[in-house]
Nanobody, 118 residues
Framework: QLQFVESGGDLVQPGGSLRLSCAASGHNLRFLSMGWFRRAPGKEREGVSCISSSGGVTQYADSVKGRFTISRDNAKNTVYLHMNGLKAEDTAVYYC???????????WGQGTQVTVSS
């Protein structure tokens, strides 16, 4: 079963930056579109960003456009989410998955916690 390990989450002040990483164990990601998702306390899991297998096409939720950037390094088998201008409403557990639609992936991992607070 394809599994992912998310890392890089932390406690950060409003306006701060973080870089999240997503690595896969035992599987080559280079042929997969990859998405980042998040689940805030008391809310449903939602899509944040998605990147095509080549990295040439990216998508962002309106709430993060201009602040977050998704990228991938296929040589390192890793996908990243660069987050700038963090806001309190970005506080959530962040997950990655080989889909762009949150409803199409049932095997969520533990994710990585991002907390934005002063």
């Amino acid at each position: 079963q394809l599994q992912f390990v998310e890392s890089g989450g932390d406690l950060v002040q409003p306006g701060g930056s973080l870089r999240l990483s997503c690595a896969a164990s035992g599987h080559n990601l280079r042929f997969l579109s990859m998405g980042w998702f998040r689940r805030a306390p008391g809310k449903e899991r939602e899509g944040v960003s998605c990147i095509s297998s080549s990295g040439g096409v990216t998508q962002y939720a309106d709430s993060v456009k201009g602040r977050f950037t998704i990228s991938r390094d296929n040589a390192k088998n890793t996908v990243y989410l660069h987050m700038n201008g963090l806001k309190a409403e970005d506080t959530a557990v962040y997950y990655c998955a080989p889909v762009c639609d949150v409803e199409k992936w049932p095997h969520w991992g533990q994710g990585t916690q991002v907390t934005v607070s002063s």
